[in-house]
């Protein structure tokens, strides 16, 4: 090639003068930044799942309390129940059985 020739200088900042170890560079720093991206995301992903694996065993918990405390509560309410039963038997004794026929006829009056 002449120095003297009409024809300019390619310029070496051109894609297609680049050499080919440029371009193996360029692929293995686009590999790289995929990869640590997508360790990236997978470390998200699996601090995530334990999040809520964590989040999920606390309210397992939470709901087994409640579950015995409900219990607890229903055998209370069942004993007041009844003693409330056995107060109010005590407190009204007993009336005379009135027959049907008559409370209804006296009803209907």
Same mark, same amino acid.
């Given at each position: ?12 900042? &051109?894609? &297609?003068?680049?050499? #080919? ?7 293995? !720093? &686009? ?6 991206? +997508? *360790? &990236? ?6 601090? #995530?799942?334990? =999040? ?9 918990? =939470? +709901?087994?309390?409640?579950?015995? =405390? ?5 055998? !209370? #309410?069942?004993? *007041?129940?009844?003693?409330?039963? #056995? ?21 209907? !009056?």
């Amino acid at each position: 090639m002449c120095l003297n020739s009409s024809e300019p200088l390619p310029d070496p900042h &051109t894609p &297609t003068m680049r050499s #080919a170890s440029y371009h193996n560079k360029c692929k293995s !720093k &686009t590999k790289l930044h995929l990869r640590i991206r +997508n *360790l &990236t995301r997978r470390r998200r992903l699996q601090r #995530a799942e334990k =999040e809520m694996e964590m989040r999920n065993l606390k309210l397992f918990v =939470e +709901n087994q309390s409640i579950i015995r =405390e409900n219990e607890a509560l229903k055998k !209370k #309410a069942l004993l *007041l129940h009844q003693e409330n039963i #056995a107060l109010f038997s005590l407190l009204h004794p007993k009336l005379s059985p009135v027959s049907t026929s008559s409370s209804s006829s006296s009803f209907l !009056k």
